[in-house]
């Protein structure tokens, strides 16, 4: 395999580490308090990235996607589009928008550790330990504010870190978009709560909070949605009582806006006909049964289930009148959504009001992202009320609970398909990812160039979306480049601007008039709106 630099990338990591750990020291800021809270949830990231700690990684449903999805990325990001908009890789190098309809920021830093010299394996793994680390730092915040405990933020961290349903659909299935929109959406609640029940003052949370989200994965983006307009009917009254509907439009508003440099793209090139390609999988018919929810190792799992139990046998004097309020609004929450994933819930009737709409997101166990994170943080809370007098003690056997639950999924993860070391994506695919409707996938094994008319070409090069060439043509002819037409595409010749259309199987052609000739430039350019 190619000299990867895998070992120094990582040493180099250690090294920042080790620094920032020593400054914080330095400063004072690293208590002992601190200090324990730092190795508990350490203990529980680590446990939890055991099965990306090693030079190989796992080959699940959805790394083949993801690997050419960062190959992609890349290839945008050195042709110079930031945002990334379209890359010259997937599809044997026809290209595609995914970074259109997937929006992908926050896999900017994992496409250039590959630019750096490391192995896919590596940004993988990587990126799941990343995930990881994210979810328990976002979870501890939001708990932590939440319910005023810092405690409450460790235990709460814990859980959600190794919640069986979040292991199983990052190991089970690598499902990018969604754990990463799960490790921000802590922050998404922490926003909504401080709007509606904290300092108003507060309302840029939740814009962070959402924005992160929508960056990560849409169908999570819809649920949060969802979640807002339920709140909004929910407690409206409070909202126009205590003034804070300012606080709401504020962060609806800003939102909005920070998030238009990829909403206008997304709806443009939606219109010129590219397709969203989002499956149906049969939703009602993919429910859970609600065993699969209270198992040991299962979706909620026996250490979440023992922090609910501790919550609700919790005194009222130990909460307080705040904390108990917040704590039964997010156990609702979380409840409703464990009962949306599962066959008790009437999706057939909802179905049939809704005309069929939330086949959008494609599966009912999406809804547990959210449940489990509104539980995680009742359960910490349920914890913490416990274990109060136990200091380092308790967080160690809650720690270990979670550890020995979490410990089957782990067990699995470590027995799945491995993609090896050297390994990478391959550029061929023939799944129709936000593609023009009729093309034909699989003539992508065919990178050839097509003439027609009386058309001489040479110095022909093609770099990603980009192609330089010479071209000849006295009495006229078409160019048809192995490139898809997607809407942004420019060519040049000898500087000034031609036209172009969709030719054979979608792809750019540019049509030559008679006595034609000088370099031929074709790159991707976007449009001044989108930059705007």
């Known amino acids: 395999s190619p000299l990867y630099t895998d070992h120094y990338i990582s040493l180099a990591a250690a090294m920042a580490a080790a620094v920032l750990l020593a400054w914080l020291y330095e400063r004072g800021w690293l208590t002992r308090e601190r200090r324990e809270v730092l190795a508990v949830l350490a203990v529980a990231v680590c446990f939890a990235s055991v099965p990306a700690l090693r030079e190989d990684t796992m080959y699940v449903h959805d790394v083949p996607f993801h690997a050419v999805r960062l190959h992609n990325l890349l290839d945008s990001l050195t042709s110079g589009q930031i945002p ?3 890359g010259g890789y997937s599809y044997n190098g026809y290209g595609a928008v995914t970074s259109v309809f997937y929006p992908d920021i926050l896999l900017y830093p994992f496409a250039l550790l590959l630019k ?9 793994n990587m990126l799941t330990i990343t995930m ?37 659909r990052l190991y089970g299935s690598f499902m990018v978009g969604q754990m990463l929109a799960m490790a921000v959406l802590p922050l998404f609640l922490l926003g909504l709560w401080e709007v509606f029940f904290g300092d108003r003052g507060r309302w840029m949370t939740l814009t962070i909070g959402a924005t992160l989200v929508f960056q990560s994965h849409m169908l999570t983006t819809l649920m949060c949605a969802g979640v807002a307009a339920a709140a909004v009917v929910c407690f409206g009254v409070k909202l126009i009582r205590e003034r804070r509907v300012g606080a709401l ?60 139990a501790a919550l609700a046998c ?3 004097d130990e909460l307080g009148r705040e904390r108990m309020r917040t704590a039964v609004i997010f156990a609702v929450l979380g409840v409703v959504c464990v009962w949306m994933c599962t066959d008790m819930f009437p999706w057939s009737y909802v179905f049939a009001l809704t005309n069929n709409f939330f086949e959008i997101l494609q599966f009912s166990w999406r809804f547990l992202a959210i449940g489990t994170a509104a539980l995680s943080l009742c359960a910490g809370l349920g914890y913490a009320c416990l274990l109060k007098k136990d200091g380092a003690k308790g967080l160690l056997a809650v720690l270990a609970v979670a550890v020995l639950c979490a410990a089957p999924v782990i067990e699995h993860a470590l027995s799945l398909e491995i993609m090896e070391f050297g390994t990478d994506g391959s550029p061929y695919m023939l799944t129709p990812e936000y593609q023009f409707e009729g093309t034909d996938l699989a003539a992508t094994r065919s990178r050839q160039v097509l003439l027609e008319g009386d058309v001489q070409l040479t110095g022909y090069e093609k770099t990603g979306t980009h192609i330089q060439a010479h071209v000849q043509a006295e009495n006229g002819g ?39 000739q ?8 976007g449009h001044m709106l989108w930059r705007a």
């Open 84 to 86: 990334a908009r379209v």
């Open 132 to 168: 990881n680390v994210l979810s328990a730092l976002c979870m501890y915040i939001a708990a932590k504010r939440i319910f005023s405990d810092e405690k409450a933020g460790v235990f709460a961290a814990v859980l959600y870190v190794l919640c069986g349903f979040r292991l199983h």
């Open 249 to 308: 439009a504020l962060a609806a508003v800003t939102t909005l806006l920070l998030n238009l440099t990829t909403l206008v793209p997304l709806a443009t090139t939606y219109l010129s006909g590219v397709t969203t390609s989002v499956g149906t999988y049969g939703f009602v018919d993919l429910t859970h049964e609600m065993v699969q929810m209270l198992g040991v190792d299962k979706e909620l799992g026996l250490a979440m289930i023992l922090g609910l």
């Open 518 to 525: 000088g370099e031929l430039s074709v790159r991707y350019a």
């Open 314 to 316: 919790a005194k009222g």
């Open 116 to 124: 750096l010299g490391a192995s896919m394996a590596y940004v993988l």
């Open 478 to 516: 078409t160019v048809t480049f192995p490139l898809f037409g997607f809407d942004g595409y420019e060519a040049t010749l000898d500087g000034e601007k031609i036209a172009w259309t969709r030719g054979e199987n979608n792809r750019l052609a540019v049509t030559l008039e008679a006595g034609a």
